[in-house]
């Protein structure tokens, strides 16, 4: 049998919200083992005169516990 936890990352990028989801999942892959999956829980930008100046999206990543 497996146990799963689930946390909360919050991702930035200034390319799109793509980027931002890619480097999000590339880090937590570097900091939790056994990353299973993840999905966009919320995404929301930055705007600043107009312009979006940042795509930011939380991410809820799944990982499996060691035995």
Do not use: H, P
Request: hydrophobic share 40%.
């Amino acid at each position: 049998m497996s146990v799963a936890k689930i946390t909360e990352i919050k991702s930035s990028s200034k390319k799109s919200f793509k980027d931002a989801i890619e480097e999000g999942v590339k880090r937590a892959c570097e900091t939790l083992k056994n990353v299973q999956g993840a999905w966009v829980g919320d995404q929301d930008v930055v705007i600043k005169d107009g312009k979006i100046e940042e795509y930011r999206v939380l991410l809820k990543v799944t990982f499996v516990l060691s035995d």
